[in-house]
């Protein structure tokens, strides 16, 4: 089976920078677009940044010029370079790899609409 496994969360002061990791396990043949989202308490799942297949990035308002995300196809593993972090950047952040295929534990070709890793904590403050 295909897994998300995130790292590089922490504790950063404002202005500070953090890079997150989040590399796919298993044997794949393709993923379309990976994402990073980040839940704040009592607020909704956002999405922050989307890199396609064809390295196309999109990125939320709020991060624009001060996140980066991108990835290693040959890794199967995405970043997010958070430079400049601000308190309110403070949340989880969840991977998503939408449109995997992979190969299943009957050692035949499956696809998954999305997979989602666990989550990593940031949290920006003095």
């Known amino acids: 089976q295909v897994q998300l496994v995130e790292s590089g969360g922490g504790l950063v002061q404002p202005g500070g920078s953090l890079r997150l990791s989040c590399a796919a396990s298993?044997?794949?043949?393709?993923?379309?677009?990976m994402n990073w989202y980040r839940q704040a308490p009592g607020k909704q799942r956002e999405l922050v940044a989307q890199?396609?297949?064809?390295?196309?990035?999109n990125y939320a308002e709020s991060v624009k010029g001060r996140f980066t995300i991108s990835r290693d196809n040959a890794k199967n593993t995405v970043y997010l370079q958070m430079n400049r972090l601000k308190p309110e950047d403070t949340a989880v952040y969840y991977c998503n790899a939408d449109g995997v295929t992979y190969l299943s534990n009957r050692g035949t070709p499956d696809y998954s609409a999305g997979l989602w890793g666990q989550g990593t904590q940031v949290t920006v403050s003095s």
């Open positions: 890199i396609t297949s064809g390295n196309k990035c």
């Open positions: 298993g044997t794949i043949f393709a993923i379309n677009a």
